[in-house]
């Protein structure tokens, strides 16, 4: 699965699944600061899944919680997120 293109907001909001629906360790997409990162979910509630992702254009990982919207499952692996 290639990066996503779409930006949270023209998501069909029917089709964004709840935060809750994810596990921890699931792999998502997860969009910060104008693009879409690689991420696993670290925990999730009802309102926010919180993902360690990779930052582009910067070294090491971030860690962010994120409301449904911005969050997308994730099918491709990713060699330095996903061996962990």
Partial sequence: MPTPTIHPHARDAG???PT???RPADPVW???DGGW???????????AATVTYRPAGAR???VDTLTARYVLA???AD??????
């Fill in 15 to 17: 089709e964004v699944a």
């Fill in 20 to 22: 809750d629906d994810y």
């Fill in 30 to 32: 997860v969009y910060r």
């Fill in 37 to 47: 990162r690689a991420g696993v979910v670290e925990a999730v509630s009802a309102r």
């Fill in 60 to 62: 090491g990982t971030g």
């Fill in 74 to 76: 994730r099918s491709d």
């Fill in 79 to 84: 060699p330095l997120l996903d061996q962990r």
